[in-house]
């Protein structure tokens, strides 16, 4: 038997990274995660980017896929420092006229503030808050036979359609604004296949756990998730960017928390060549720019939703967020991009000096922009909180090009390790047997660049070790 340093090492400590390198350490094996900033976390960082004593969200922000994760739930993060805020309105979504629609965590509550709507509401999301759990973690996995095909096929037969052909289901603008700013999340046009399948899991994760705010910052997730996997024996080396295998130590495993791209850039030698092909033919999508502000004061919304709102989508009616999506996909820098806005200081004290507050802000760009929104942005939200501007202390702006720097698995501002559209939800990054495995023996993707894609869940870490578990370690 050769004799390795361990038998797991992970590069990269994003949550799906941490996810992993969790896994195998739980099965008692021997795990290093080498991580190549100076901070562990990737999408889970917070830091001070406009002013002292302001502590913004550097990417992710609001957590209803990590409160809901099928792995993340069975560990005991509570205990190593992670508390949830959970505000009693999930979203809300402003309209030019001075309505808005709201998003409560109670179903029939929000099903009842659409009015008209009310039964169409309960129609759509009712069986899928009911069937999430029987069929969570596999949506949320590799595309295998479901443990209830029924529900699965419900849940299929909506979420496979595109977002506009959806949203005829509602009558009346709220309902469908509203329903346009939950399947925006997707990142493409909403006339796309598949668009509301994160609408759908979005408004259902509402409903059934909320969207949390982690106390202190999205940082504290990554800093919980690595304090466990320390307390089961695991390692953490940090400020190790890796650009070659002759760097890493010697393991039975490897596990890349990046994207195809870089990974080929890593490994490609080692891989068949039709493995490579596909790795170059996979697809990334819309970018992302991003702004943090330091407010002397809450915003003040028009409406009284988006004022106790933790998150509100700010893009007016469906018509203008298909468009918007629509330009920003076909590289034309939308003049009324939908955005979405999270208000975390609002709930967190932590976040801001007494009486000040943070406002975190993203909206989509087409892949690559250096575009600076900063001012069509703050325009669109003077939209509906006019005089957001007097209110700025100060604010914090990356684009694309930064965003990749800062992050090299955000290429060209691609937030979710690539597009999810019909053509990429099952097979990223390849159509293979196992989307983990690569072609090389003991080498797997672990990133958000696999099932069931982006957002701070870790199941894609998680279902990457349970493959390296049968395949290298012959554990189950
Ligand atoms: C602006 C923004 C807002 C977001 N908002 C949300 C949100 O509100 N809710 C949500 O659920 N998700 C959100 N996301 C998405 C979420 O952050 C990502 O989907 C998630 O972090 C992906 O996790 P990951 O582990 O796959 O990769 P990452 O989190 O990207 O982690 C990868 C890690 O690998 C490291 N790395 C990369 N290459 C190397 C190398 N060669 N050597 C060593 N280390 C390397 C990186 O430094 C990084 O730490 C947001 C993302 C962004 C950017």
């Known amino acids: 038997m050769i004799h390795t340093e361990y038998d797991a090492v992970v590069i990269g400590s994003g949550p799906n990274g941490l996810a992993a390198a969790i896994t195998l350490q739980q099965k008692g094996l021997s795990v290093l995660i080498i991580e190549g900033k100076d901070e562990i976390g990737g999408g889970l960082r917070s830091a001070e980017l406009t002013l002292p004593g302001f502590v913004h969200d550097i990417c992710s922000a609001i957590h209803p896929l990590a409160i809901g994760s099928p792995f993340f739930e069975t560990l005991p993060l509570n205990q190593h420092g992670l508390e949830y805020i959970i505000p009693e309105i999930a979203a809300a979504h402003p309209f030019d006229d001075g309505r808005e629609a709201v998003v409560y965590n ?6 009842k503030s659409l009015g008209i709507d009310e039964k169409a509401y309960l129609n759509l999301m009712e069986p899928v808050v009911n069937d999430w759990p029987g069929i969570a973690s596999d949506v949320l996995g590799p595309l295998t036979f479901p443990k209830k095909p029924l529900d699965m096929a419900a849940f299929g037969l909506k979420a496979l359609t595109s977002a506009t052909f959806l949203s005829k289901r509602f009558k009346k603008k709220e309902a469908k604004g509203l329903w346009a700013g939950m399947a925006a999340h997707s990142i493409q046009p909403l006339t796309n296949l598949s668009t509301s399948a994160i609408g759908l899991v979005l408004l259902l994760s509402a409903h059934r756990k909320g969207w949390p705010i982690p106390k202190g910052g999205s940082a504290q997730i990554a800093k919980a998730l690595a304090s466990y996997f320390l307390s089961l024996g695991g390692k953490i080396e ?176 691609d937030i979710n390790g690539g597009i999810i559209d019909i053509g990429q939800i099952f097979t990223r990054p390849a159509l293979r047997s196992s989307p983990y495995r690569t072609s090389a023996k003991g080498l797997y993707l672990c990133s958000s660049s696999t099932p069931p894609g982006g957002g701070v869940h870790g199941m894609c870490g998680y279902h990457a070790a349970k493959r390296a578990l049968k395949d290298v370690f012959k554990i189950r």
Not at 279 to 287: A, D, H, I
Not at 293 to 301: E, Q, R
Not at 317 to 338: D, N, Q
């Open 238 to 413: 940090t400020g190790r960017f890796v650009t070659s295998l002759d760097q890493l130590p010697s393991s039975k495993a490897v596990f890349f928390d990046v994207t195809p791209r870089q990974l080929l850039k890593i490994a490609g030698h080692k891989f068949s060549s039709i493995y490579k092909w596909q790795l170059e033919r996979y697809r990334y999508g819309m970018g992302v720019f991003k702004m943090d502000w330091a407010l002397d004061g809450p915003v003040n919304f028009k409406t009284e939703g988006a004022s106790r709102a933790g998150t509100v989508h700010i893009g007016n009616t469906l018509e203008e967020i298909v468009l918007s999506e629509k330009e920003m996909a076909s590289g034309i820098h939308s003049e009324k991009p939908y955005m979405l806005l999270a208000q975390q200081s609002l709930f967190d004290p932590t976040r801001a000096p007494e009486g000040k507050h943070t406002v975190w802000a993203y909206c989509h760009v087409p892949n690559g922009s250096t575009k600076d929104m900063s001012g069509i942005m703050e325009k669109q939200i003077e939209r509906f909180a006019p005089g957001f501007r007097d209110q700025i202390l100060g604010r914090h702006t990356m684009n694309t090009a930064e965003m990749e720097t800062y992050n090299p698995n955000y290429i060209g501002g």
């Open 106 to 111: 109670s179903l029939h509550k929000t099903a």
